[in-house]
């Protein structure tokens, strides 16, 4: 069934993330493209730009062109839309100043910066008023979520926000991001599991539970080809996508390569990614004498030929939202190694689409690498059910149709009530005279 709103005011939207587009946050590009294909318009706004150099996919390049960058601001646009708030709705203006001052959690120095996210969330309110847009939906619970709540607190009636809770690192401490307080806050929250969203429902009071929801990052299928047929002999090559930071394990996954080395089996490992930690990865590879190849920041037009030479993906992850990287890997048909963390099994079918083993594990890591090294028609079979699941529970037309029908309703909701409070106002003053 499709769901297509065309020409109406109510499908039109700000989409507001930290840093867009990013290049570990393909998912938020993918998104967005398929909110515009459902009908909705769709603004994108960043608090930062990313650098030049992490642009490498064309869709990233589009995509920076059309986006709104609220820093380094204009200083004569930021102090006119200061002075345009105080003066046409001071009291909001105001009680924005207190909210984002409220949300602190002590100390000069976090003072000062909901200082800075209240000056960017009265510039992004300014730009959505001037474009005419009246709800706004952020990525992740950061800066831009705190800039939407702020603009949506100045625009007041007939505004409102939402955001999509996608990381796990929120969830360890969810005190610096405020998180009670903006789910309490916001018309609609996205989870990107049930994991995020069960964390989310010990935050607040049971009368926001309705407002938080699942819609899992959704992966472009119709535009991939069938899956390769995989030649089984060689080394076994091993595919991992990811930001190199420790989260991701990338060590426990290399100690596993070094235990498999020692008994026998020959790998070939293919590490896609940038990050912190890559001078002591490939320290730690060579100390090992492992035949593993860093390759770097990929992007998206690139990605699908790691994927479709690899034989085999793994992601050992220390903690993870949902891991949007195992799906692509199903959707090019590999079979998937990861660890039981979080969202996790709710992509990997234990035993069906891949293997899923106990965190920090190395050994476990290992003996699933090497059950799968051993039996390339369990890999093909795996792989094909894995192409097979993400076609269907996780297609983007199929993800996208069900974020846009979320927020459409939510929208469709805050002008109804908007329109109540302006019907009951006169009422309120005639029974007062």
């Given at each position: 069934?499709?769901?297509?709103?065309?020409g109406?005011?109510r499908t039109?939207?700000?989409?507001v993330?930290?840093?867009?587009?990013?290049?570990s946050?393909?998912?938020?590009?993918?998104?967005?493209?398929?909110?515009?294909?459902r009908?909705?318009?769709?603004?994108?706004?960043?608090?930062?730009?990313?650098p030049?150099?992490?642009?490498?996919?064309?869709?990233?390049?589009?995509?920076?062109?059309?986006t709104?960058?609220?820093?380094?601001?204009?200083?004569?646009?930021?102090?006119?839309?200061?002075a345009?708030?105080?003066?046409?709705?001071?009291?909001?203006?105001l009680g924005?100043?207190?909210l984002?001052?409220?949300?602190?959690?002590?100390?000069?120095?976090?003072?000062?910066?909901?200082?800075f996210?209240?000056?960017?969330?009265?510039l992004?309110?300014d730009?959505?008023r001037?474009?005419g847009?009246r709800?706004?939906?952020?990525?992740f619970?950061n800066v831009?979520s705190?800039?939407?709540?702020?603009?949506?607190?100045v625009g007041?009636?007939?505004?409102?926000?939402s955001?999509m809770m996608?990381?796990?690192?929120?969830?360890?401490?969810?005190?610096?991001?405020?998180?009670p307080?903006?789910?309490?806050?916001?018309?609609?929250?996205?989870?990107?599991?049930?994991f995020?969203?069960?964390?989310?429902?010990?935050?607040?009071?049971?009368?926001?539970?309705?407002?938080l929801?699942?819609v899992p990052?959704?992966?472009?299928?119709?535009?991939?080809?069938?899956?390769?047929?995989?030649?089984?002999g060689?080394?076994?090559?091993?595919?991992t996508?990811?930001?190199?930071?420790?989260?991701?394990?990338h060590?426990?996954?290399?100690e596993?390569l070094?235990?498999?080395?020692?008994?026998?089996?020959?790998?070939l490992?293919?590490f896609?990614?940038?990050?912190?930690?890559?001078?002591?990865?490939?320290?730690?590879?060579?100390?090992?004498?492992?035949?593993?190849?860093?390759a770097?920041?990929?992007?998206?037009d690139?990605?699908g030929?790691?994927?479709?030479?690899?034989?085999?993906?793994?992601?050992?992850?220390?903690?993870e939202?949902?891991?949007?990287?195992?799906?692509e890997a199903?959707?090019?048909?590999?079979?998937?190694?990861?660890?039981?963390?979080m969202?996790?099994?709710?992509?990997?079918?234990?035993?069906?689409?891949?293997?899923?083993?106990l965190?920090?594990?190395?050994?476990?890591?290992?003996?699933?690498?090497?059950?799968?090294?051993a039996?390339?028609?369990l890999?093909?079979?795996?792989?094909l059910?894995?192409?097979r699941?993400?076609?269907?529970?996780?297609?983007?037309?199929r993800?996208g149709a069900a974020?846009?029908?979320?927020?459409?309703?939510?929208i469709?909701?805050m002008?109804?009530?908007?329109?109540?409070?302006?019907?009951?106002e006169?009422?309120?003053?005639a029974a007062?005279?």
């Amino acid at each position: 069934m499709s769901l297509r709103v065309v020409g109406s005011e109510r499908t039109r939207i700000a989409v507001v993330c930290s840093r867009y587009p990013a290049l570990s946050h393909a998912f938020v590009v993918r998104e967005v493209r398929a909110l515009r294909e459902r009908g909705l318009e769709v603004h994108t706004f960043t608090v930062r730009r990313p650098p030049a150099d992490e642009l490498l996919s064309a869709e990233d390049r589009e995509e920076h062109l059309r986006t709104r960058a609220l820093l380094p601001p204009n200083p004569l646009r930021l102090a006119a839309a200061h002075a345009r708030a105080a003066l046409t709705r001071p009291l909001r203006y105001l009680g924005a100043l207190a909210l984002s001052l409220g949300l602190s959690t002590g100390g000069a120095r976090s003072l000062v910066w909901r200082l800075f996210y209240f000056a960017e969330g009265v510039l992004l309110w300014d730009e959505c008023r001037r474009r005419g847009l009246r709800h706004l939906h952020a990525h992740f619970a950061n800066v831009g979520s705190d800039a939407s709540l702020i603009a949506s607190h100045v625009g007041g009636s007939g505004w409102s926000w939402s955001f999509m809770m996608h990381g796990c690192t929120e969830l360890f401490d969810e005190r610096p991001h405020r998180l009670p307080e903006k789910i309490r806050r916001a018309a609609l929250v996205v989870c990107n599991s049930h994991f995020t969203r069960a964390q989310l429902l010990k935050l607040v009071e049971r009368d926001h539970w309705d407002k938080l929801h699942v819609v899992p990052c959704g992966i472009e299928t119709r535009s991939l080809e069938p899956p390769p047929r995989r030649p089984a002999g060689g080394p076994l090559r091993i595919l991992t996508v990811g930001r190199l930071v420790p989260g991701k394990g990338h060590a426990l996954l290399l100690e596993a390569l070094a235990s498999l080395r020692d008994q026998g089996m020959r790998t070939l490992a293919t590490f896609a990614g940038q990050g912190p930690e890559r001078a002591a990865l490939e320290q730690l590879a060579a100390d090992l004498r492992l035949d593993v190849r860093f390759a770097g920041a990929v992007g998206q037009d690139e990605l699908g030929a790691y994927y479709d030479d690899a034989q085999l993906f793994c992601l050992p992850t220390l903690a993870e939202g949902l891991g949007v990287v195992l799906l692509e890997a199903m959707a090019h048909g590999l079979p998937v190694v990861s660890t039981r963390v979080m969202g996790v099994p709710e992509v990997v079918d234990e035993g069906e689409t891949g293997l899923l083993v106990l965190p920090g594990r190395a050994d476990l890591l290992a003996d699933a690498i090497a059950r799968l090294g051993a039996a390339p028609d369990l890999r093909d079979r795996m792989g094909l059910a894995g192409r097979r699941r993400v076609e269907e529970e996780f297609a983007l037309e199929r993800q996208g149709a069900a974020l846009a029908g979320l927020l459409t309703g939510a929208i469709s909701a805050m002008r109804s009530n908007a329109a109540a409070q302006e019907a009951a106002e006169p009422e309120a003053a005639a029974a007062a005279a």
